[in-house]
């Protein structure tokens, strides 16, 4: 199965708990503009390097269309399709004016130097300049992508457009940034882990945590938990699996990261280092994937321990395998609830900047606090009433209203 197949399954299942017809289903389904672009540029060398570039927008009912942009090798047309249609339902659950979109390059950012990945987003900016805007598609960043790339995309666009830091998100604070930004996938992940844990009669000091994955995300959620008293027995990052089943000392393994090439935990030696595909299967109460998408498949889901499995990543469970979690109990929350702290505070970034004003970090966190835990009661409630796992809940809600402001627009929109 490929990641837009299982996008589509979930939005068709909880479709099916709705009463919507065959053609509002196709609509809300079928991406609006799929773009596909060649990226050529001169590597340091004097050598020409091509890439494919692909901007997806998947819906704008709600608002313009909004979400990040991926530097990784397995970019392609179909897992972007898959990243556009999740930024729909998510800005939808928690009730963004936003649509969907999400774009992004096959290229390993580690293989260029950032002079190179500089001219890769700029030469990008070139051929997708035309589609994105403040009222129409703005970006943010996602895997490979942070606000280094912002700024150098921000700056591109401008040139053909002039100056307007809105057509982008996620910049550094210096440059009409967002405090606040930086953490907040990471940060709204922890609230709705710590509120999870608290709604199944649980304590975070008895709830030992897996994670899979530990970049922006992945370290941002650490902290979070690890202030909040959970034990962090396990991360991940390409280079293995670090487990201490006591608990991680995080700060010694933020340091290592910040101190050390490409920012990998490669060469931590204050824990036990264990195989890259051991982390998914560590006897935990909480596993959280913060990385790719696709881990969790029919494959190995009968070795995964974990009863409660937060997707900090977007899609990292397959339907097969998700049916079988919900069958044995395991509480899942969803990514398109999970992770859309990043995409929230990207909206106040965009709103700080289209009024040329600044919140101080503790209004941003407050609001950031406000909106994920308005969104997780919607959700738990849903899933409650109607007897659905909270997946479905979160797709129903979201299905709901972009039919609704589909339906209010005239459909023709
Ligand atoms: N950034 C954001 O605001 C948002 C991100 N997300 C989602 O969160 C996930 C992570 O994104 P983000 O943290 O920004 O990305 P980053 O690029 O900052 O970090 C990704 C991390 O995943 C690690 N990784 C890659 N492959 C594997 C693997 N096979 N096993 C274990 N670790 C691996 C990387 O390791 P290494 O560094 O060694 O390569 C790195 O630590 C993605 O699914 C993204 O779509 C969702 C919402 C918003
Ligand atoms: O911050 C944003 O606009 C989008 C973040 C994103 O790509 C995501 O939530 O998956």
Redesign the pocket.
């Known amino acids: 199965m490929r990641a837009f197949e299982a996008t589509q399954y979930f939005f068709d299942s909880a479709a099916d708990h709705l009463n919507i017809s065959a053609e509002m289903r196709q609509m809300m389904q079928t991406p609006r503009r799929e773009v596909q672009v060649r990226v050529t540029i001169e590597r340091d060398n004097g050598q020409l390097a091509n890439y494919m570039g692909f901007r997806v927008q998947h819906d704008n009912h709600r608002g313009p269309m909004k979400g990040?942009l991926r530097y990784h090798p397995d970019v392609d047309l179909d897992e972007t399709r898959s990243l556009a249609s999740l930024m729909t339902w998510k800005t939808a659950v928690v009730d963004l004016p936003y649509g969907g979109a999400k774009g992004g390059i096959g290229v390993d950012p580690?293989e260029l130097t950032q002079r190179e990945i500089e001219r890769l987003t700029r030469a990008f900016v070139d051929q997708i300049h035309e589609l994105v805007g403040p009222d129409t598609d703005i970006p943010a960043?996602?895997?490979?992508t942070d606000h280094r790339v912002m700024a150098w995309f921000r700056n591109q666009w401008e040139k053909y457009h002039g100056f307007n830091p809105a057509v982008i998100t996620g910049k550094p604070v210096e440059q009409y940034g967002a405090k606040g930004r930086e953490e907040a996938?990471g940060r709204g992940v922890g609230t709705l882990t710590f509120k999870t844990i608290k709604r199944l009669g649980r304590k975070p000091e008895g709830c030992r945590v897996a994670i899979?994955?530990?970049?922006?995300?992945?370290t941002h959620a650490a902290k979070f938990l690890h202030e909040a008293q959970f034990p962090i027995v396990a991360v991940?990052?390409?280079?293995g699996t670090y487990f201490d089943p006591d608990g991680l000392n995080i700060g010694e393994l933020l340091r290592h990261k910040i101190e050390h090439p490409r920012?990998?935990l490669e060469g931590y030696n204050g824990c036990k280092k264990l195989p890259?595909s051991d982390l998914l299967e560590l006897d935990v109460e909480v596993l959280m994937p913060?990385?790719?998408?696709g881990v969790i498949t029919e494959a190995n889901v009968d070795k995964i321990k974990a009863s409660v499995i937060i997707e900090?990543?977007?899609g990292p469970i397959y339907p097969a395998a998700d049916q079988q979690l919900y069958e044995r109990g395991v509480t899942v929350l969803p990514d398109i609830l999970a992770?859309a702290g990043?995409v929230t505070v990207s909206y106040f970034e965009w709103v700080q900047n289209r009024q040329h004003y600044r919140w101080p970090l503790d209004r941003v966190r407050g609001e950031l606090d406000h909106t994920m835990s308005e969104a997780f009661e919607n959700v738990w409630q849903m899933s409650q009433q109607r007897k659905v796992s909270l997946r479905m809940a979160a797709y129903m809600i979201g299905i709901q209203r972009v039919q609704r402001a589909a339906e209010l627009a005239g459909l023709t929109s």
């Open positions: 990040g580690s960043p996602d895997m490979g996938t899979q994955g530990f970049g922006n995300v992945g991940s990052d390409v280079s920012g990998l890259l913060a990385a790719l998408g900090a990543a977007n992770n990043g």
